[in-house]
């Protein structure tokens, strides 16, 4: 081995800079070239690839985004857009692949690995929707966003007496919305992965307001959807002032935390590691903060649940 490739694919996420410089720094540091891969499999297909050196990744660990760019690429799914990729990697002389992203890039990734290209993974997403670790890259600094909007959203909600429902990101997976409800002190969460009594939330409601609560703050994930008929139900049943904010891509980006650099750092290292012992076809992970690697297939096909520790936690510290 002796140029390892990098590329970001798929959804953008904090902490996944942390990750590239990680990887480029530790493989020159055991005298290994690196080539960056720009705008995930896209570039690959298109060779929009170039070596990195020690500066090259200066300057990126406290920024969000990805300073390689990211992209989706159907063409990457195909026979022959996959042949190409492989391809342009030969040409560039690359000899193995670390690719940071979320499953759907893994997938990618894990075809590499079967068609015997050394290849690693990196889990970057902000939903924390990889069941085979306990954190990705990006949750920690969406979740400190979302917190940081609740506070804001609770002072116009106590001044008011309004119920704000918030939508935060996660299609499949509820994490942001519960782990950011149990942070925000939140009223309700409500995840795609549990149904959600509606008359219940409404009980609760007025059940706060007849004791005086000020604030009534509703954590959504945006896979259960439809914030603002869940907004009109809760007006008619509660005769509150019913708001819904959305956070949107405010929650995707910005600064990361200290904890989504010292992930991306430690996995981007790790991945390096791993291709020296010559391992491949795994995706890193963090699990009891010890770095962990499993085969693509094993993390993929394992089935995400909520916590449900959390999820009574968080309702029993509402009422
Ligand atoms: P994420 O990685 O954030 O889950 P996507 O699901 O959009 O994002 O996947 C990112 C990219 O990974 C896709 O646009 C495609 O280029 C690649 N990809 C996804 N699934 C496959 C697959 N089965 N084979 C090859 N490439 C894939």
Redesign the pocket.
């Known amino acids: 081995m002796k140029k390892i490739g990098v590329l970001t694919?798929?959804?953008d996420a904090p902490g996944m800079n942390a990750a590239i410089r990680a990887v480029v720094r530790t493989a020159i540091y055991h005298g290994f070239e690196v080539a960056g891969v720009y705008r995930?499999?896209?570039g690959l297909i298109e060779g929009d690839i170039e070596n990195l050196n020690i500066t090259s990744v200066g300057d990126i660990i406290h920024r969000g985004g990805t300073m390689l760019r990211t992209?989706?690429?159907?063409d990457?799914?195909t026979d022959e857009g996959?042949n190409k990729g492989l391809q342009m990697l030969r040409m560039f002389k690359v000899d193995s692949l670390v690719v940071i992203?979320?499953?759907?890039?893994?997938?990618?990734a894990k075809?590499l690995a079967e068609a015997g290209f050394p290849t690693i993974g990196i889990p970057g997403?902000i939903d924390n929707d990889l069941a085979y670790t306990d954190y990705t890259l990006g949750f920690d600094t969406a979740l400190t966003t979302v917190v940081s909007a609740i506070g804001n959203i609770r002072d116009t909600s106590s001044s008011h007496g309004t119920v704000n429902i918030i939508e935060v990101m996660g299609r499949n997976c509820g994490d942001i919305a519960l782990y950011g409800g149990l942070a925000g002190g939140a009223e309700a969460v409500i995840i795609p992965e549990l149904d959600t009594d509606v008359d219940e939330l409404c009980r609760t409601i007025i059940r706060g307001k007849k004791r005086g609560k000020l604030h009534s703050i509703i954590l959504l994930a945006e896979g259960v959807g439809k914030p603002y008929e869940l907004a009109e139900q809760i007006k008619s049943k509660t005769s509150s002032d019913v708001k819904v904010s959305v956070i949107g891509y405010l929650q995707r980006g910005g600064t990361p935390t200290p904890n989504d650099r010292i992930l991306g750092s430690r996995m981007g290292a790790h991945a390096v590691e791993l291709l020296m012992e010559g391992q491949y076809g795994k995706a890193v992970g963090i699990k009891g903060n010890q770095m962990i690697a499993l085969d693509f297939d094993e993390a993929l096909n394992m089935k995400k649940d909520y916590d449900k520790g959390i999820y009574e936690l968080a309702r029993i510290l509402a009422i």
């Open positions: 694919s798929g959804g995930g499999y896209q992209a989706r690429c159907l990457f799914k996959f992203g979320g499953d759907g890039s893994f997938n990618g075809r997403t």
